[in-house]
């Protein structure tokens, strides 16, 4: 009996085992090892954030991007393609930086690529683009907070063995050192190497902007700054100074007092600004050159170098006749004119602003007198009455444009 019982359990045992066996090989994927079966099963149960760094690349995946990358930014650079062999190296940069912990084959391709890019850096330079920055002897100078259509702008180059060449598709970032407003940021360089800065806006064009240039990489979350390749360019803000040049003309010729400077000259002597009178005279032909901003014209006046403004007068007697009833001629001369005040701002030769005044028949303010002469002293001296209460209406506005607030 005892035997009976001892042999049934011993088959009870052996049935189960090759049930639960049998069960095992059911569920395991054919050909699957049993130690990476064991492992994936691991892996199920673990949390999140443990599944995201065991799929992590290991140091070593790490290692052979790294490699490959600057194998390859070398051979771009090498072979011409400089910006995007630059852009491999720091790539192996930003490859590196996502390391935990010290990888000796990873530092030393690390320590490469930043000595690389350290050898690159003498061989760029980074010139002025656009001659308007430049003065006579070739030095770069400041612009003026009131001109910003005079961009900063950029040529790259690339000194070789084979010689220097520009560097296109190169990432140039424009910023702000001092000031600021709205630029626009990052600009790539085109197949000439060049990069042009837009300034839609100054927010204080009452202080000195500078807006910096540098070559500056960023890539899978890395940046790389070449500290050395930069240039900064400097508005400054406009001086208080400003010149009147007055021109009265009539047909008895060119006043040589002027009607309308004094009362001009007086109302706008509130201005925040160091009026002075242009002491020179200029022929009709030049000032009509002046009048409409002629930049060579304008130039040729040999202003003070700090003047930022112009006032522009001209006051002109239009026509002069003798009045005439019934075929006679009375002892009666008729007289109209029209005065106009322009601000033109020397940076650029732009017209600011400008007011115009008409004394005429047809508006019943017209001149007249006993003779032409004094007929042509009176019109002059009604448009210099009608200037005068023209400029006080508009002061405020002629304040904010000569300050900078209003372009």
């Given at each position: 009996?005892?035997?009976?019982?001892?042999?049934?359990l011993?088959?009870?045992?052996?049935?189960?085992s090759?049930?639960?066996?049998d069960?095992?090989?059911?569920?395991?994927?054919?050909?699957?090892?049993?130690?990476?079966?064991?492992?994936?099963?691991?892996?199920?149960?673990?949390?999140p954030?443990?599944?995201?760094?065991?799929?992590?690349p290991?140091p070593?995946?790490?290692?052979?991007?790294?490699?490959?990358l600057?194998?390859?930014?070398?051979?771009?650079?090498?072979?011409?393609?400089?910006?995007e062999?630059?852009?491999?190296?720091?790539?192996?940069?930003?490859?590196?930086?996502?390391?935990?912990?010290?990888?000796?084959?990873?530092?030393?391709?690390?320590?490469?690529?930043?000595?690389?890019?350290?050898?690159?850096?003498?061989?760029?330079?980074?010139?002025v683009?656009?001659?308007?920055?430049?003065?006579?002897?070739?030095n770069?100078?400041?612009?003026s907070t009131?001109?910003?259509?005079?961009?900063?702008?950029?040529i790259?180059?690339?000194?070789?063995?084979?010689?220097?060449?520009?560097?296109?598709?190169?990432?140039i970032?424009?910023?702000?050192?001092?000031?600021?407003?709205?630029?626009?940021g990052v600009?790539?360089?085109?197949?000439?190497g060049?990069?042009?800065?837009?300034?839609?806006?100054?927010?204080?064009?009452?202080?000195?902007?500078?807006?910096?240039?540098?070559?500056?990489?960023r890539?899978?979350?890395?940046t790389?700054?070449?500290?050395?390749?930069?240039?900064?360019?400097?508005?400054?803000?406009?001086?208080?100074?400003?010149t009147?040049v007055?021109?009265?003309?009539?047909?008895?010729?060119?006043?040589?007092?002027?009607q309308?400077?004094?009362p001009?000259?007086?109302?706008?002597?509130?201005?925040?600004?160091?009026?002075?009178?242009?002491?020179?005279r200029?022929?009709?032909?030049?000032?009509?050159?002046?009048?409409?901003g002629?930049?060579?014209?304008?130039?040729?006046m040999?202003?003070e170098?700090?003047?930022?403004?112009?006032?522009?007068?001209?006051?002109?007697?239009?026509?002069?006749r003798?009045?005439?009833?019934?075929?006679?001629?009375?002892?009666?001369?008729?007289?109209?004119?029209?005065?106009?005040?322009?601000?033109?701002?020397?940076?650029?030769?732009?017209i600011?602003?400008?007011?115009?005044?008409?004394?005429?028949?047809?508006r019943?303010?017209?001149?007249?007198?006993?003779?032409?002469?004094?007929?042509?002293?009176?019109?002059?001296r009604?448009?210099?009455?009608?200037?005068?209460?023209s400029?006080?209406?508009?002061?405020?506005?002629?304040?904010?444009?000569?300050?900078g607030?209003k372009?």
């Amino acid at each position: 009996m005892k035997r009976s019982v001892l042999l049934f359990l011993i088959l009870s045992a052996a049935l189960v085992s090759a049930v639960f066996a049998d069960a095992d090989r059911a569920e395991r994927p054919s050909g699957f090892p049993p130690q990476l079966l064991r492992e994936s099963e691991q892996l199920l149960y673990q949390r999140p954030d443990d599944v995201l760094d065991l799929r992590a690349p290991k140091p070593g995946d790490g290692v052979t991007e790294m490699r490959d990358l600057l194998e390859e930014g070398l051979e771009n650079i090498d072979g011409g393609l400089v910006s995007e062999g630059i852009k491999q190296v720091v790539s192996a940069l930003a490859v590196y930086h996502k390391f935990e912990g010290s990888h000796p084959e990873a530092d030393k391709m690390a320590r490469r690529a930043e000595a690389t890019l350290a050898r690159l850096e003498p061989a760029i330079a980074m010139v002025v683009a656009d001659t308007a920055w430049l003065d006579e002897s070739g030095n770069q100078k400041s612009g003026s907070t009131l001109n910003t259509a005079l961009q900063p702008s950029i040529i790259l180059t690339f000194r070789s063995d084979s010689g220097p060449t520009v560097i296109s598709n190169a990432p140039i970032r424009f910023e702000f050192v001092r000031g600021g407003g709205i630029i626009s940021g990052v600009v790539n360089t085109s197949e000439y190497g060049q990069a042009n800065c837009a300034i839609a806006r100054l927010d204080s064009p009452q202080q000195e902007n500078i807006i910096r240039a540098v070559l500056e990489y960023r890539t899978k979350g890395f940046t790389y700054r070449f500290k050395g390749v930069m240039r900064e360019f400097v508005y400054a803000p406009p001086s208080r100074k400003a010149t009147i040049v007055v021109l009265e003309r009539s047909e008895e010729g060119i006043s040589e007092d002027p009607q309308i400077l004094g009362p001009v000259y007086a109302r706008l002597a509130d201005l925040d600004f160091d009026l002075s009178l242009f002491d020179a005279r200029l022929e009709p032909g030049e000032f009509i050159k002046v009048y409409g901003g002629d930049g060579k014209a304008i130039a040729k006046m040999g202003l003070e170098a700090d003047v930022s403004y112009l006032i522009v007068v001209l006051n002109d007697c239009t026509s002069v006749r003798q009045l005439e009833i019934g075929g006679r001629k009375m002892n009666l001369f008729v007289s109209e004119a029209r005065a106009t005040t322009r601000i033109i701002r020397i940076a650029d030769g732009k017209i600011m602003y400008q007011t115009v005044v008409e004394s005429s028949k047809a508006r019943g303010n017209h001149g007249q007198g006993g003779s032409q002469y004094v007929a042509i002293v009176d019109v002059l001296r009604r448009t210099s009455s009608a200037m005068v209460e023209s400029l006080e209406q508009e002061f405020p506005q002629i304040s904010k444009i000569m300050l900078g607030s209003k372009d």
